[in-house]
């Protein structure tokens, strides 16, 4: 036999098991020693109860043999793309059919897999710093080259930094495939739609797909940035949209999102979206019954109601962690429209030293901004989905060690 080589050019631990092994190292030397985990972007707030509600009714329907289901049907029940259609596009102004949504166990798989229905010899494009699975999906498809100088030879990346805001600059030479992601992960920062617009331009007119990843659409408190790329006027010939309940309703131990393939996106003719309702009919068996129950509950007035209060719980975390570290003198960004805080490292400090100082001194969790790509260096994350009492608990301890 042979395997896929292409797994031996990347590191051997993804970025968040990487970091999970070194807290648990540190917490069984020092189990005294309690750690507040403000690292991967993981809620903490329990399921609004009108999902558990929702949950529970569909137990007993599987319990009884006249409501009992086998398979789901493969792309979703219609009841919840209806629910999707309405909620998430309509009420925005945006016609998406039922046969353009294709739900999922999460935006990450459907972000990893959309590369099954793509050539491996196109010219991936992301912004650095990046949600790591982005690139080490292409990677293990073969699409990036080698790595050399921090970087994957065959990937095109565009950095965002404080000097263009960390909003990317549209590519100086012919990508194929462009990752967008916002309000994004890590730097927390929002695109407008005039912005945005300027991408669905460069896509139609250079033939390249946009991949948008709008899983933290919920924190968005600006009226001029978009929820959804298909708000934008041209998008739906040039961009696939994933979406994800994880942020937005606490699904991210439920695990369900869904993606959006419009029909008028094609390729010499031939529509994604069939190509993509080939790929998951063959490789996936579609959410289960309760999982799709629950979601479906998040778009009943009182799950709409619940789930804006948690939101606005974690939204107001992050206000705590945004105010907190400027104060101390910190530079801080993101939070506004994003549950993620992107601040600079105090005294030129590389992230992964400031990673290392927060835990082994004061116990706390974040993300070095260099996992995420090498413009990351010299930045780290912290996320606002933690207990208010420990992003609270958080910022004193920072606060306390860096504040002379
Ligand atoms: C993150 O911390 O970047 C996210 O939680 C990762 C994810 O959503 O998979």
């Excluded at 968005?220 to 929820?227: A, K, L, N, Q, R």
């Excluded at 990351?376 to 306390?400: C, D, H, P």
Aim: hydrophobic content about 35%; aromatic content about 12%.
């Amino acid at each position: 036999m042979k395997i896929n080589d292409n797994f031996l050019k990347i590191q051997s631990s993804y970025l968040f098991s990487n970091i999970a092994k070194k807290v648990n190292a540190y917490t069984a030397a020092n189990p005294d020693k309690p750690i507040i985990r403000l690292g991967i972007g993981d809620v903490t707030r329990p399921l609004a109860p009108a999902c558990i509600d929702a949950m529970h009714k569909a137990v007993d329907e599987m319990a009884d043999e006249k409501t009992f289901m086998g398979y789901p049907p493969e792309y979703g029940h219609k009841w919840i793309l209806e629910a999707i259609a309405e909620n998430d596009y309509r009420q925005r102004g945006v016609e998406i059919d039922e046969s353009e949504i294709f739900l999922s166990d999460g935006a990450k798989s459907d972000c990893g897999n959309i590369g099954d229905i793509l050539s491996v010899d196109n010219k991936v494009a992301v912004c650095d710093p990046v949600y790591p699975v982005y690139v080490d999906t292409n990677v293990m498809a073969g699409r990036s080259g080698d790595f050399v100088n921090g970087g994957w030879s065959n990937i095109y990346y565009m950095p965002c930094t404080a000097e263009n805001n960390f909003l990317p600059c549209l590519p100086t030479e012919k990508v194929d495939i462009i990752y967008l992601c916002f309000p994004n992960n890590p730097t927390g920062m929002a695109i407008t739609k005039t912005e945005l617009k300027k991408w669905v331009d460069y896509a139609n007119e250079n033939g390249s797909l946009i991949l948008f990843d709008s899983a933290y659409e919920a924190f968005i408190t600006e009226d001029d940035v978009p929820h959804s790329i298909f708000e934008i006027e041209g998008a739906k010939t040039c961009a696939i949209e994933f979406r994800s309940f994880s942020k937005t309703a606490g699904f991210t131990g439920v695990r369900c999102g869904y993606t959006v393939v419009p029909h008028d996106l094609k390729c010499d003719g031939v529509e994604l979206n069939s190509l993509w309702a080939r790929r998951q009919a063959t490789k996936f068996n579609g959410v289960s019954y309760i999982t799709q129950r629950a979601a479906a509950a998040c778009y009943s007035e009182e799950g709409k109601k619940q789930i804006r209060e948690i939101i606005a719980y974690y939204q107001n975390n992050a206000k705590v962690i945004y105010n907190g570290l400027k104060e101390c003198g910190f530079t801080v960004y993101g939070a506004k429209n994003s549950p993620y805080v992107w601040l600079k490292t105090p005294d030129n400090m590389g992230s992964w030293e400031f990673f290392d100082t927060l835990l082994n001194e004061i116990q706390v969790v974040g993300t070095p901004g260099e996992g995420f790509g090498p413009s990351g260096e010299g930045y780290f994350r912290l996320t606002a989905f933690g207990s208010y009492e420990n992003t609270v608990k958080a910022v004193e301890r920072i606060k306390n060690y860096f504040v002379k």
